[in-house]
């Protein structure tokens, strides 16, 4: 009886784990529906492998007759970060942030749905990042031409290149509510 | 001891249970990298239930300014689908879906960023699809005015209101295999 109840002891550790494994991974509709925006962060660096998580999700968006239009910077250097972004709208985030995305299009291929292919890229970052725990904030670039120019600058983005959204990225240090934003009222059945 | 068996059976059948109901919620991370286009569909319809909860997946999007100024026009019925939808592009698409969603945007709201905030309600529309089990292909809308104009005039969509993309849903009657778009050289770090 006793090596029955150590073999069993044994199974029931191997299955318990087996489900925490399971259970770390956040199903993909509580992610979209948990996922808020994140506005400060602890200043801790950002993985490497996450980023790359995080760019592999922005690269599997759909696109306009798979033309990928998206070019990435990725800014990691505190410094840089701060040079950058720190004096900007949102700079709070940009200060603490551990990693900065500028989600860009390759406007020069006569691709006129580059902002909406490179937007589905975005959004796929920001459901990725908050997947692993991390947090995150779409700020705006195009079309609001002041405000991506001098990030054009200072990262010697081609002018072919257009910054869309600017991500800062890092571990959380507030957690805020997700906004109900379900709304029966905009939705119209059958015609409008 | 035949006791202390049965008990110890009720409990990792339990366990078992719990980890299957687990597994059958796909994690965001696999949502992402496995969603890809499904353009042929089974022509049964998708549920309402499994529209609303898609629909709420589209308005937990992050918007500027938390200005929400999607709106979603829903068509299931099937004469409708074909009348609207069947002599445009990807009409193989629409002819066998189950419902399709219009993703639109209200215009005139000073909101410059408008179709950044739509997309981004799209492609959760998208994986929230998936996550289902169910397929979906993103066709464009605007830019393309010559695209919407006969959609807006078909579904009585005002002129404040333009259709941004349209997105037949269904139950997938093919498999393709998710594109590999991972490219390394579309990422530039710490500056171009």
Redesign the interface.
């Given at each position: 009886?006793k090596k029955?109840?150590i073999v069993?002891a044994i199974?029931?550790t191997v299955?318990?784990a087996?489900?925490k494994q399971?259970?770390s991974?956040?199903?993909?509709?509580?992610?979209?529906?948990t996922?808020t925006?994140i506005r400060s962060f602890t200043g801790d660096p950002v993985s490497r492998e996450n980023l790359e998580?995080i760019?592999?999700?922005g690269?599997?968006?759909?696109t306009?007759m798979?033309n990928?239009p998206?070019?990435?910077?990725?800014?990691?250097?505190k410094e840089?970060i701060s040079s950058t972004f720190g004096s900007g709208p949102r700079s709070g985030a940009f200060t603490t942030a551990g990693a900065v995305i500028v989600v860009c299009g390759q406007t020069d291929q006569r691709n006129?749905?580059w902002?909406?292919d490179c937007?589905?890229a975005?959004?796929?970052i920001?459901?990725?990042t908050?997947?692993l725990g991390l947090g995150a904030?779409?700020t705006?670039g195009y079309?609001?031409m002041e405000r991506i120019e001098p990030i054009q600058t200072?990262?010697?983005?081609?002018e072919n290149?257009t910054p869309?959204?600017i991500i800062p990225i890092g571990v959380p240090a507030e957690n805020p509510e997700?906004?109900d934003?379900?709304?029966p009222e905009?939705?119209?059945?059958?015609?409008?």
């Open positions: 009886m029955i109840n069993l199974m029931a299955i318990i087996g489900c399971q259970a991974e956040p199903s993909a509709l509580d992610v979209i529906m996922r925006s998580t760019l592999k999700a690269m599997a968006a759909p306009a798979n990928q998206w070019r990435f910077v990725v800014v990691t250097d840089k006129m749905f902002y909406e937007s589905a975005a959004e796929n920001l459901l990725a908050h997947a904030v779409w705006a079309p609001a200072a990262l010697n983005i081609p290149v869309l959204c997700p906004k934003k379900w709304k905009n939705i119209h059945w059958e015609k409008w």
